[in-house]
Nanobody, 124 residues
Framework: QVQLVESGGGLVETGDSLRLSCAASGRTFSSYTMGWFRQVPGREREFVAALHWRGGSPVYADSVKGRFTISRDNAKNTVFLQMNSLKSEDTAVYYC?????????????????WGQGTQVTVSS
């Protein structure tokens, strides 16, 4: 059974940083693309960032480019999302996701597996 478990969310102030982690288990993810999405109540889940497990150039949403960094630790089967210069509009539940598609996708419909989400709240 595939499991994705997020951690690292919390309450911070504008301009602060947070690092989210996503621990993956249940299968070998070496051929998967890992993504981060976020969702605010009443709005659709939106793409944040994605990275193929084998590396290569990550992809970011325009709203987070230059502030967020996605990375991975293959040995620990863990993907990270480093979030710097946080803004109040970054407040959301952040989800880790995985897809077996052979390309980096921004579409949540392409992702097969999802974590339970972790809340990030940025106070202004």
């Amino acid at each position: 059974q595939v499991q994705l478990v997020e951690s690292g969310g919390g309450l911070v102030e504008t301009g602060d940083s947070l690092r989210l982690s996503c621990a993956a288990s249940g299968r070998t993810f070496s051929s998967y693309t890992m993504g981060w999405f976020r969702q605010v109540p009443g709005r659709e889940r939106e793409f944040v960032a994605a990275l193929h497990w084998r590396g290569g150039s990550p992809v970011y949403a325009d709203s987070v480019k230059g502030r967020f960094t996605i990375s991975r630790d293959n040995a620990k089967n863990t993907v990270f999302l480093q979030m710097n210069s946080l803004k109040s509009e970054d407040t959301a539940v952040y989800y880790c996701a995985a897809t077996s598609k052979p390309y980096i996708s921004r579409s949540r419909a392409d992702y097969n597996y999802w974590g339970q989400g972790t809340q990030v709240t940025v106070s202004s």
